[in-house]
């Protein structure tokens, strides 16, 4: 798909970060599957992964967690 960020690159697979606030709570998402901008990088995710990133970041905010980093799987 075109990007519709810079309006010049195409998208393609890949994998990019995703960092989520919630509150007092952050968490660092690596290796998430995406579509990825070969010409800015922008990263587009899909509804599946949207909602496991979500989840999994609910999850922490609700046990305590202040900051963690995480290596993404997918449910």
Not at 1 to 18: D, E, H, L
Not at 31 to 57: F, I, K, M
């Amino acid at each position: 798909m075109k990007c519709v960020i810079c309006k010049q690159g195409n998208t393609t697979p890949g994998k990019t970060t995703v960092t989520l606030e919630r509150d007092e709570t952050v968490i660092v998402f690596r290796g998430v599957p995406a579509e990825v901008c070969d010409n800015c990088g922008e990263a587009y995710l899909d509804e599946a992964v949207t909602r496991s990133l979500l989840q999994a970041a609910a999850e922490a905010a609700i046990s305590g967690v202040e900051v963690d980093i995480r290596q993404f799987t997918a449910a």
